[in-house]
């Protein structure tokens, strides 16, 4: 079924600002690594270097986490949502909806870089008042990539890629799936599991 010009332009219209956001958050990316100030991100930095008080340095993590967030994780939420049938309405895109959604989304990824964040200041004061382990801080990759294999076989990997699966093939469903808050926070945990 062909799309008349004028309902075209109002879809593309209304796509233009989630793009225009990945557009901004890669150019502040960029800026960033090539200026120098990439170490902002940098977890050691903002823990053991930066002489900032935890809070603060979580952040200017978060922040970082929020840049990347937006830069890689928006393209592919936006272009399934943008296929969607509950997505449309008398011709024009429930933008707010998508917004409400990729909220839900993003605030699913902030949580686990909040986890990750305190985690790890907790393995560098572990480091720190444990001489033996900061001899062989090897281990610490070593297991976490051990861990990360071992989820890889676990029932909770098998239902978040189930999960990303019927995300992206819930497009061609009549029913489709109404995008809210808590569906794009489930749809952000998933991902989450599957990445």
């Not at 956001?21 to 090539?34: E, K, N, Q, R, Y």
């Not at 294999?149 to 098998?158: D, E, I, S």
Request: proline share 4%.
């Amino acid at each position: 079924m062909a799309v008349r010009p004028s309902l075209s332009r109002n879809l593309h219209a209304r796509f233009v600002w989630p793009w225009l956001l990945v557009g901004a958050s890669w150019s502040v990316a960029i800026i960033a690594t090539l200026s120098g100030r990439r170490v902002l991100i940098d977890h050691h930095f903002l823990l053991e270097e930066s002489g900032l008080s935890w809070p603060v340095a979580g952040l200017i993590f978060l922040v970082g986490w929020q840049v990347m967030i937006v830069a890689m994780m928006s393209p592919s939420i936006v272009l399934r949502l943008a296929q969607k049938p509950t997505t449309r309405r008398r011709g024009a895109i429930q933008y707010t909806t998508l917004a409400v959604c990729f909220f839900g989304y993003a605030c699913a990824w902030t949580l686990f870089g909040l986890l990750a964040f305190t985690g790890d200041t907790m393995m560098h004061r572990l480091v720190d008042g444990w001489p033996w382990l900061a001899a062989h801080s090897y281990l610490i990759g070593a297991m976490t990539f051990v861990i990360a294999g071992v989820f890889q076989f676990t029932p909770w990997k098998a239902a978040c890629l189930a999960r990303c699966h019927e995300f992206h093939s819930s497009s061609t469903s009549t029913a489709g799936m109404r995008f809210s808050w808590s569906s794009g926070m489930r749809d952000g945990v998933a991902s989450v599991g599957c990445c």
